[in-house]
């Protein structure tokens, strides 16, 4: 047998490869783009690490935050651009209009900037019906009024039929970012507590299923909502202890905490026991394979918060309509940086990795 | 969720974690080998190695049903797709094996129309939704999921589906079990049973692994307490100095299997003389292909494919890592020619896979047993 030292010697080389070739910056290798560049893993990941960041470098494009930072004439406003592709159109607890203004609205709040205004650009496919188009442009202009946002500008287009599904809509939203709020994805200290504004994974799951591909039938609404009301109340109450927050889009929990690991170097321990989920996503994430943190969500948040105010952030949170099962997930620790771990609820630890591609079933 | 969380109590697992610790001769290694992918998913999911004292070590097997599909045949795949108006359909985590010039994703992304299905089934019914196009499934597995390609095939023939046909990558259980048994360096005190997979074939298969190879085995199930003490059983055949075939799973495997899936398995497939294994070469008699009966359902006949083999890159050890004789750093393209984002060998393939564990988590796993 060789002797353990050298073999320990050897293991650590190899160990500390591997961590250095993990730390550098993700390259965009691939020939073509597929499905997995744009599920939210570490495909997305070497996109925009890879290809879109260095292209157009800035000081507020490297903050990597949800919105970005512009200050006009001594006002600091925050800009932010998504597009909605999702299908079908409408689905149990919204549709794709609605989307479209929460999901803009929502990347300006949890970046600490109150919503002003929108654009809104409608790609449209040849034959698509008119009743489909007013219905949509109808929750559009009912999300807004809910969010307290104006749409002020847009455009359409049309495309021919099979160059699109449907429609696509892109909003750019602007707000002002609220002087309450110091928020950073470099941020997090050691030490700092995971906050959930409710339970996860009904978008995901309610998309799926309303595909209609698994022949599974559950009570799933999506949970399409706009955050600015629960941010605003969180900054009122504990503005300065607030360090991050992000909404669990597309990728979920997982992403965004895998995300944030990252940027702030930390380490992060969820409880799984803590984290809410419904009795129905649960069951259909089990017969689908799929684990609900890496399941997106539409109007849920993860807020990274100071361990004397994580209290006070939590009861606040649940005073806000639709956030009663808010709850604290979790905490910030120092070692191994970059890494999510997770304190099963059977009594074990796991590393809650990064998405590789889009979370595809497992066969067995 | 009831029938489920039962399976899942933390104060149980805590009870066998203890009555494991007591059956542990201290100062002796234990390495015991869960054979299905499915053991090493909850393993991992549930974090059950943290339960277990330092000296019981688990080492995962080939049982991992997409990861052991050679590049050969992840090509054949790809060809087949890429042929005019053929739709090709495969379950969800067979997309991202790589084949020597990319997946099925990739594929996917050229062009060709490739689909995610849960079921032969769906197959099927895309078949008949779309008669003038040709509709292929990838069929992969064990005997955990052979039965529903032979059943989908047999529908297909008795309704007369004209454009439907598989690509029969169907393996069996106990050949890459006898192969890792036969190797002279195999360093592994006792098998997880693969508890899917027996409730078709059933426990008797298992037997020649005592007979002949006095290794314990226990079936298990798949639920974290499942296997917990499933771990139990095997360190007590051996502190008892016994080795036997237990079943852990009885709830759903009875000792005969299921006889009327094996009858259907034996009616539409046969086996083939010889199939390939990504990391662990031929393996005689361990793959299926459709029977005499079906062979015009059968992919491979309707459509040419290279059929052309794509060599193992010769540095790669996954034999002698699945074997427990080194550990995945040890091999010579661990971290380097072969890692997550670029795998070469089975153990890397699947997140699941022994390397692919340690390369993500092994800095982790390391901190842990200091602690």
Same mark, same amino acid.
């Given at each position: 047998?060789?002797?353990?030292?050298?073999?320990?010697?050897?293991?650590?080389?190899?160990?500390?490869?591997?961590?250095?070739?993990?730390?550098?910056?993700?390259?965009?290798?691939?020939?073509?783009?597929?499905?997995?560049?744009?599920?939210?893993?570490?495909?997305?990941?070497?996109?925009?690490?890879?290809?879109?960041?260095?292209?157009?470098?800035?000081?507020?494009?490297?903050?990597?935050?949800?919105?970005?930072?512009?200050?006009?004439?001594?006002?600091?406003?925050?800009?932010?651009?998504?597009?909605?592709?999702?299908?079908?159109?409408?689905?149990?607890?919204?549709?794709?209009?609605?989307?479209?203004?929460?999901?803009?609205?929502?990347?300006?709040?949890?970046?600490?900037?109150?919503?002003?205004?929108?654009?809104?650009?409608?790609?449209?496919?040849?034959?698509?019906?008119?009743?489909?188009?007013?219905?949509?442009?109808?929750?559009?202009?009912?999300?807004?009024?809910?969010?307290?946002?104006?749409?002020?500008?847009?455009?359409?287009?049309?495309?021919?039929?099979?160059?699109?599904?449907?429609?696509?809509?892109?909003?750019?939203?602007?707000?002002?970012?609220?002087?309450?709020?110091?928020?950073?994805?470099?941020?997090?200290?050691?030490?700092?507590?995971?906050?959930?504004?409710?339970?996860?994974?009904?978008?995901?799951?309610?998309?799926?299923?309303?595909?209609?591909?698994?022949?599974?039938?559950?009570?799933?609404?999506?949970?399409?909502?706009?955050?600015?009301?629960?941010?605003?109340?969180?900054?009122?109450?504990?503005?300065?202890?607030?360090?991050?927050?992000?909404?669990?889009?597309?990728?979920?929990?997982?992403?965004?905490?895998?995300?944030?690991?990252?940027?702030?170097?930390?380490?992060?321990?969820?409880?799984?026991?803590?984290?809410?989920?419904?009795?129905?996503?649960?069951?259909?994430?089990?017969?689908?394979?799929?684990?609900?943190?890496?399941?997106?969500?539409?109007?849920?948040?993860?807020?990274?918060?100071?361990?004397?105010?994580?209290?006070?952030?939590?009861?606040?949170?649940?005073?806000?309509?639709?956030?009663?099962?808010?709850?604290?997930?979790?905490?910030?620790?120092?070692?191994?940086?970059?890494?999510?771990?997770?304190?099963?609820?059977?009594?074990?630890?796991?590393?809650?990795?990064?998405?590789?591609?889009?979370?595809?079933?497992?066969?067995? | 969720?009831?029938?489920?969380?039962?399976?899942?109590?933390?104060?149980?697992?805590?009870?066998?974690?203890?009555?494991?610790?007591?059956?542990?001769?201290?100062?002796?290694?234990?390495?015991?080998?869960?054979?299905?992918?499915?053991?090493?998913?909850?393993?991992?999911?549930?974090?059950?190695?943290?339960?277990?004292?330092?000296?019981?070590?688990?080492?995962?097997?080939?049982?991992?049903?997409?990861?052991?599909?050679?590049?050969?045949?992840?090509?054949?795949?790809?060809?087949?797709?890429?042929?005019?108006?053929?739709?090709?359909?495969?379950?969800?985590?067979?997309?991202?094996?790589?084949?020597?010039?990319?997946?099925?994703?990739?594929?996917?992304?050229?062009?060709?129309?490739?689909?995610?299905?849960?079921?032969?089934?769906?197959?099927?019914?895309?078949?008949?939704?779309?008669?003038? $196009?040709?509709?292929?499934?990838?069929?992969?597995?064990?005997?955990?999921?052979?039965?529903?390609?032979?059943?989908?095939?047999?529908?297909?023939?008795?309704?007369?589906?004209?454009?439907?046909?598989?690509?029969?990558?169907?393996?069996?259980?106990?050949?890459?079990?006898?192969?890792?048994?036969?190797?002279?360096?195999?360093?592994?005190?006792?098998?997880?049973?693969?508890?899917?997979?027996?409730?078709?074939?059933?426990?008797?298969?298992?037997?020649?692994?005592?007979?002949?190879?006095?290794?314990?085995?226990?079936?298990?199930?798949?639920?974290?307490?499942?296997?917990?003490?499933?771990?139990?059983?095997?360190?007590?055949?051996?502190?008892?100095?016994?080795?036997?075939?237990?079943?852990?799973?009885?709830?759903?495997?009875?000792?005969?299997?299921?006889? $009327?899936?094996?009858?259907?398995?034996?009616?539409?497939?046969?086996? $083939?003389?010889?199939?390939?294994?990504?990391?662990?070469?031929?393996?005689?008699?361990?793959?299926? $292909?459709?029977?005499?009966?079906?062979?015009?359902?059968?992919?491979?006949?309707?459509?040419?494919?290279?059929?052309?083999?794509?060599?193992?890159?010769?540095?790669?050890?996954?034999?002698?890592?699945?074997?427990?004789?080194?550990?995945?750093?040890?091999?010579?393209?661990?971290?380097?020619?072969?890692?997550?984002?670029?795998?070469?060998?089975?153990?890397?393939?699947?997140?699941?896979?022994?390397?692919?564990?340690?390369?993500?988590?092994?800095?982790?796993?390391?901190?842990?047993?200091?602690?």
């Amino acid at each position: 047998m060789s002797d353990p030292a050298v073999v320990s010697e050897r293991e650590q080389k190899i160990l500390g490869i591997i961590e250095t070739a993990r730390a550098k910056r993700a390259k965009f290798r691939d020939e073509r783009i597929t499905m997995a560049h744009g599920a939210g893993g570490k495909a997305t990941q070497s996109l925009i690490e890879g290809l879109l960041a260095p292209a157009f470098s800035s000081p507020a494009l490297d903050e990597m935050a949800d919105a970005g930072a512009v200050e006009v004439a001594g006002v600091d406003l925050a800009l932010t651009t998504d597009s909605y592709v999702v299908k079908p159109m409408r689905f149990p607890g919204g549709s794709i209009g609605e989307l479209a203004v929460n999901g803009t609205v929502n990347d300006l709040a949890v970046s600490g900037a109150r919503p002003l205004a929108l654009s809104l650009s409608l790609i449209l496919e040849e034959g698509l019906g008119a009743e489909e188009l007013r219905a949509e442009v109808d929750a559009i202009a009912q999300a807004a009024r809910a969010a307290g946002v104006e749409i002020i500008t847009g455009d359409t287009k049309v495309v021919e039929r099979g160059h699109a599904d449907g429609m696509y809509v892109c909003t750019t939203g602007i707000g002002r970012r609220d002087p309450r709020a110091r928020l950073s994805p470099a941020a997090l200290r050691p030490g700092d507590r995971i906050l959930l504004s409710g339970s996860i994974g009904e978008h995901g799951t309610a998309i799926m299923l309303a595909r209609g591909e698994f022949d599974l039938d559950a009570e799933i609404e999506s949970d399409t909502r706009s955050l600015w009301p629960v941010v605003d109340s969180l900054l009122d109450a504990v503005g300065p202890e607030l360090r991050c927050l992000r909404d669990a889009t597309r990728g979920g929990v997982a992403s965004v905490l895998n995300e944030l690991a990252r940027a702030s170097s930390v380490a992060m321990i969820v409880r799984e026991r803590e984290v809410p989920v419904r009795p129905e996503v649960a069951g259909a994430a089990e017969i689908l394979g799929i684990d609900p943190m890496y399941v997106a969500n539409e109007g849920k948040l993860v807020a990274f918060v100071a361990a004397d105010a994580a209290e006070r952030a939590l009861q606040t949170m649940r005073s806000v309509p639709g956030c009663e099962a808010a709850a604290e997930i979790g905490e910030v620790r120092t070692e191994p940086p970059g890494m999510v771990l997770v304190e099963t609820s059977f009594g074990g630890k796991r590393v809650m990795d990064q998405l590789v591609g889009d979370p595809l079933p497992r066969i067995c | 969720m009831k029938f489920v969380d039962e399976f899942r109590d933390a104060e149980l697992g805590r009870a066998v974690a203890m009555e494991i610790m007591s059956l542990v001769e201290p100062g002796r290694h234990y390495k015991l080998m869960e054979v299905c992918g499915g053991h090493t998913h909850s393993i991992y999911k549930y974090g059950i190695d943290d339960l277990l004292p330092a000296n019981v070590e688990l080492v995962h097997g080939p049982g991992c049903p997409v990861c052991v599909i050679p590049m050969g045949r992840v090509d054949d795949g790809i060809a087949i797709a890429h042929q005019k108006g053929v739709i090709f359909t495969c379950f969800g985590d067979m997309m991202r094996v790589p084949g020597s010039d990319g997946s099925l994703l990739d594929a996917k992304a050229a062009g060709a129309d490739i689909r995610m299905v849960y079921s032969p089934l769906d197959a099927l019914r895309i078949a008949k939704q779309n008669p003038d $196009r040709e509709v292929v499934f990838f069929a992969i597995g064990f005997e955990t999921t052979a039965p529903s390609t032979a059943l989908t095939l047999k529908r297909a023939q008795a309704e007369g589906v004209p454009n439907f046909s598989v690509m029969c990558s169907h393996v069996t259980i106990v050949p890459p079990l006898r192969a890792l048994l036969e190797s002279p360096d195999l360093r592994l005190d006792g098998f997880i049973g693969p508890g899917h997979v027996s409730t078709v074939v059933g426990a008797r298969p298992f037997q020649f692994i005592p007979a002949d190879y006095r290794k314990p085995v226990v079936i298990a199930g798949f639920e974290p307490l499942d296997i917990l003490q499933a771990i139990e059983m095997i360190l007590r055949q051996l502190a008892d100095g016994r080795c036997e075939v237990e079943n852990q799973y009885k709830r759903v495997v009875p000792f005969e299997g299921n006889l $009327r899936a094996l009858e259907v398995l034996a009616e539409v497939f046969e086996l $083939r003389p010889h199939f390939e294994w990504r990391g662990l070469g031929f393996i005689s008699h361990s793959g299926l $292909r459709l029977s005499e009966a079906y062979s015009d359902l059968d992919a491979e006949v309707r459509f040419s494919v290279p059929g052309v083999r794509v060599a193992d890159p010769k540095a790669c050890q996954c034999g002698e890592v699945l074997k427990g004789v080194i550990k995945p750093w040890e091999c010579k393209v661990f971290g380097t020619a072969c890692t997550p984002e670029r795998p070469i060998g089975t153990c890397m393939v699947s997140s699941e896979g022994a390397c692919a564990a340690y390369y993500n988590f092994g800095r982790f796993a390391r901190e842990r047993e200091v602690v």
